[in-house]
């Protein structure tokens, strides 16, 4: 766990048991999942994104939830500001993440630069391309 | 010559159970490429849970999914009771475990079922549905439903078990095990179906990883995670039990991964009737308001992991109800394992993945049945979006 | 060439000597195990009109509705939205609904999907009827 800390060199809150929550800027995020895959020497998965939309502060705030084989889960959070979501994908390293980009971008509206695979409408009907319905009114 | 031909299998195909579309692109009998299309049984589940208050919520995320629906309210219960800083009593999580294992041996006595089915296998088919009764009762007696449990309530369970009810369910389980131990024979000796299975939609260690597959998928290329043994949550940390894994990766080993889990389930259950502490099971009231806070709680559903990331802002509905379904990451992320099959191949590789379109896509067609009187209201009204 | 092994072969024949499994519902009626969720009413004597089950029924099912034998309303159990959850069972803080295993519920006529409350009076048992 602590080598784990010194080589992302992140803040890690702990906030509950095999729970821990860093913070870290939108461009990182990329660094941030290929140490987490090489850290752990394979040991790592992305196990979800989730998105939440903030609109008194202007941002989407995005978690991706990391859990390491036999130990806890790392919390990463990034905030994109709402009206230029966009952020670059982890494909490259983690091509399992498709599933959940699609799922942000098809629900929330947020841009995965990089990222072809992507189609849009994917869980919504034909007719709501550019409709995004999970963020708050 | 090389063309590619699209064959779709879906959303409509006798192989599948439920709606969706995988567009197999062949060259002559080799898949090229895989391209899945979802989206046609999604209900908007995760803004329903955001218009609702916590309870109807836990009525709504338990209907999700009608196979694993337990374990949808067991994950959301957990994750507002830790928001709340509630304790659950231990009689109450030794009942929620045992209604859980109850819920993996019959999904997984379906999956291996439907497995024969799409072989062509229909006698064993048969006869896996004749056995699975017996465990559907069970879940009968003891929740009041074969479906759709309910059984579940924020800080205990909703019904007690008495001393009948226990011995009936070691009964049911002593003959449920003896079937399944010759059904694993059937697989493991059986010409056809390791013709069928064997070295199909193989998928190596590595690549389960970072294509981020979860549960008896990725426990059959060699992957040693489960929920229930590095997470513990309920009464799992005291009970002891065998996580199981395959190394070669391909269809075979998903669905004895499977089969033996089965095994290991009816191991849980006796481990849990003989150690039931004593005490108080059902709560008499239990706290209807959270404060500001958030949790992420995770379980391990039949089918992989199920998380559910609930953040409330201390209001009396949610402000944000996340559910990441075992099968959505697995069937979408899965398309790896179409590399250079046949196309005769395709629906024992999907039906080895365990798809659980329900629990994968979670939208609607809000029916208003206010006033007895039925329109529909569309997505786009629901989402309230403006230009 | 090998013999395949007839892992199945025992098991048809067996089969061949029983009557089949299928139950022929509903023709053949099935009893409900104990507990079963079905068709639920409520007790007008002991209800005190505090609506917390109309409050809380996840799809709003319950209609508190004025009946003369109490000065408060009564809940009336709309069963086309009903989902059977017995949250109302269940949150009732004087236990006043009568549960049965009943849910036979094909008919043609949605005005008999309603599930009004019984009064019974004084040494009169109750027979709920559907």
């Known amino acids: ?27 990182r995020v990329v660094e941030v999942a290929r140490k987490m895959l090489e850290a752990t020497g394979g040991g790592a998965y992305l196990a979800n994104i989730t998105a939440v939309d903030w609109p008194d502060r202007g941002v989407i705030e995005l978690a991706y939830n990391f859990w390491v084989y036999g130990g806890y889960l790392v919390s990463v959070r990034v905030e994109v500001p709402r009206d230029a979501a966009e952020v670059d994908s982890i494909t490259p390293v983690y091509p399992g993440a498709l599933a959940h980009e699609l799922e942000v971008h098809d629900l929330m509206g947020v ?3 990089g990222n072809e695979m992507i189609w849009e409408p994917a869980f919504k009907p034909e007719d709501m391309k550019g409709v995004y319905p999970l963020r708050k009114r | 010559m090389s063309h590619v031909v699209e064959i779709p299998v879906g959303p409509q195909h006798p ?16 898949i090229v490429r895989v391209v899945p299309s979802i989206g046609y049984n999604h209900r908007g589940i995760e803004k329903l849970a955001e218009t609702n208050t916590f309870v109807k919520g836990l009525y709504i995320c338990g209907r999700v999914c009608g196979i694993c629906n337990i374990v949808h309210a067991t994950t959301y219960t957990m994750a507002i009771e830790r928001i709340q800083g509630v304790e659950v009593p231990p009689r109450a999580r030794y009942l929620r475990v045992l209604v859980n294992e109850l819920e993996r041996i019959h999904s997984h006595m379906l999956i291996v079922a439907v497995m024969a089915e799409v072989l062509g296998f229909e006698s064993l088919f048969m006869l896996i549905m004749r056995d699975r009764e017996a465990v ?68 190596s260690r590595a690549e389960a990883v970072r294509y981020c597959l979860v549960g008896p998928t990725a426990r059959g290329s060699g992957v040693e995670t489960d929920v229930r043994a590095e997470d513990p949550y309920e009464a799992y940390g005291e009970l002891e039990f065998n996580v199981v894994t395959y190394p070669d990766g391909d269809s075979w080993s998903r669905m004895m991964v499977r089969i033996d889990e089965i095994l290991e389930s009816i191991e849980i259950i006796r481990q849990v009737l003989k150690r039931l502490p004593q005490g108080q099971a059902v709560p008499k009231t239990f706290k209807r308001a959270l404060p500001k806070g958030e949790a992420i709680a995770r379980a391990e559903a039949p ?21 990441r379904t075992p099968s959505m990451a697995n069937v979408i992320n899965g398309i790896v394992a179409f590399k250079d099959a046949y196309i005769a191949d395709a629906p024992a590789i999907i039906a080895s993945f365990d798809p659980c379109i329900s629990c994968m896509e979670r939208v609607v067609e809000v029916v208003d049945l206010d006033k007895r009187k039925s329109t529909v209201v569309s997505l786009r009204e629901l989402a309230g979006w403006r230009g | 060439m090998r013999l395949p092994k007839a892992a199945l072969l025992r098991e048809v024949l067996s089969n061949l000597l029983r009557r089949p499994v ?66 109302c069972v ?25 599930g009004e409350p019984v009064f019974k009076s004084e040494g009169e048992n109750i027979k709920v009827k559907y």
């Open chain 1, 111 to 113: 841009r995965f630069r």
């Open chain 2, 303 to 323: 089918r992989g992991e199920l998380v559910y990331h609930v953040i409330s802002d201390g209001k009396p509905t949610p402000y944000r109800v996340k559910i």
């Open chain 1, 1 to 27: 766990m602590s080598e784990l800390r010194e080589s992302l060199g992140l803040e890690l809150e702990e906030v509950g048991p095999r729970r821990y929550v860093a913070r870290v800027d939108a461009g």
């Open chain 3, 90 to 114: 269940y949150v009732c803080p004087v236990k006043a609904y009568i549960t049965t295993g009943n849910r036979y519920m094909p008919t043609p006529d949605r005005g008999e999907m309603v």
């Open chain 2, 15 to 30: 192989a599948l159970h439920e709606p969706i579309l995988f567009r197999l692109l062949v060259e002559g009998e080799r």
């Open chain 2, 136 to 203: 559907m009762q069970l879940k009968e007696l003891v929740t009041g439903n074969r479906v759709l449990g309910d059984y579940l309530i924020f800080g205990g369970v909703r019904r007690d078990i008495d001393d009948a009810v226990a011995h009936r369910i070691l009964r049911t389980l002593d003959h449920i095990e003896e079937r399944v131990r010759y059904y694993r024979r059937v697989f493991e000796e059986d010409v056809t179906i390791n013709k069928r299975l064997r070295g199909v939609g193989p998928i």
């Open chain 3, 22 to 87: 299928t139950i022929e519902y509903p023709k053949v009626p099935i009893e409900p195990e104990r507990g079963f969720r079905g068709r639920h009413v409520v007790d007008g004597n002991k209800c005190i009109g505090c609506r917390l089950c109309a409050v809380e029924c996840p799809t709003g099912a319950i209609e508190m509705r004025k009946y003369p034998q109490k000065e408060k309303p009564v809940p009336v159990i709309h069963y086309d939205l009903c989902i059977f959850c017995y949250h």
